[in-house]
């Protein structure tokens, strides 16, 4: 072989190699990264989680989103570009507690975020302060689906008597009562503790969050089917999650009346535990979709809902300043 020939060789060889490794790095990091002569600036972007169809509907409809590409990880697929003018990276992560856990965990660990933004559904659970397609922002949340169930008859009674739910005439109860258990919070920072009420920080200060939810507009409609009423965002309430999503009236007024919970899903405490076990702020926004036990949700309530929340979401992730990591 000729020296020209093997010349031409190694150099289309050191051309596929390097094709190669841009393609990797690519998967491993698909965030974008600006060169500068002495170091890498990182974008850092926030992660927008949500967990349904629904959800991702309301956030290609709104044309908000500009998609610069997307990877593939453990079955998820995460979306990379810009909401407005503010990076972010978004995740559908599936319903379920353990989906939500390992999608937002997947997110945190995968890409360089600097805050998580959960948006959902819920239901009311106090209808004279929630009515459907209204925005609920809660201060804290608690993950109510743990239960010690105690024996009929037991000295140490839950705070769930079921013998108060006896129809037509309370009374003893065999299925005894539950208790409901803290859970474990794990921190970088701190010893793991437990606690009840996780806390969801605040999307803002007083004074932009008024600023911003005076000029917010809200949808009210879609396929013909209206709100009875005009949509609002409601700060400073007390939400409850377990894996079982709340349909069951007395059930809801226990909640309420107990835990001074005005909202019920089945994702908001799980996203506030992994984000705090990873010493990242977040935030979360609930559309609801129906008051517990009075409203059943439909496709056109629970979308106006879903897409309510984005916007809310999507107007506050819009003063977020963008964020980069220092240079080593």
């Known amino acids: ?34 060169e500068t002569s002495n170091c890498k600036l990182t974008v850092l972007r926030v992660g927008l989680v949500f967990t349904s169809d629904h959800n991702e509907k309301a956030v290609i409809d709104s044309g908000l989103f500009t998609n610069i590409s997307y990877v593939d990880i453990a079955g998820r697929t995460f979306h990379v570009g810009t909401l407005k003018n503010t990076p972010i990276v978004y995740v559908k992560t599936g319903t379920q507690s353990v989906n939500v856990a390992s999608g937002v965990q997947t997110l945190l660990l995968k890409f360089n975020i600097s805050k998580i933004v959960f948006f959902g559904n819920a239901g009311s659970l106090n209808g004279s ?3 459907p397609g209204d925005v609920a922002v809660p201060e804290a949340v608690a993950f109510t689906g743990v ?6 008859e037991a000295q140490n009674k839950g705070q769930l008597a079921f013998g108060h739910f006896n129809y037509p005439v309370n ?23 437990e606690v009840f009420w996780l806390p969801v920080p605040s ?7 008024e600023e911003l939810t005076k000029d917010l507009k ?23 999650t377990s894996d079982f999503y709340v349909k069951n009236k007395a059930y809801g007024e226990f909640l309420l009346g107990k835990f001074n919970a005005s909202t019920a899903d089945s994702a908001s405490a799980v996203v506030a535990l992994t984000s705090l076990s990873n010493g990242k702020p977040f935030v979360v926004f609930q559309g609801i979709s129906n008051i517990v036990g009075e ?33 080593e």
Request: with cysteine.
């Open 295 to 327: 409203e059943s949700s439909n496709p056109e309530i629970s979308y106006i809902a879903s897409r309510n929340a984005f916007l809310t979401a999507a107007a506050f992730i819009d003063l977020f300043p963008t964020q980069r990591l220092a240079c």
């Open 218 to 240: 809200l949808k009210e409609c879609h396929s013909g089917r209206c709100l009875p009423g005009t949509a609002k965002v409601v700060f400073g309430l007390k939400a409850s």
């Open 147 to 152: 239960w010690e169930w105690e024996i009929f």
């Open 1 to 34: 072989m000729s020296r020209i020939n093997l010349a031409v060789l190694l150099v289309v060889g050191l051309l596929l190699v390097t094709a190669k490794q841009s393609m990797q790095m690519s998967l491993r990091n698909p965030t974008a990264e600006i």
């Open 203 to 209: 999307p803002s200060d007083k004074a932009a969050t």
């Open 171 to 193: 009374g003893e109860n065999l299925l005894g009562t539950v208790a409901y258990e803290n859970i474990t919070l794990y921190s970088p920072s701190e010893d793991p503790k």
């Open 129 to 131: 302060e929630l009515v």
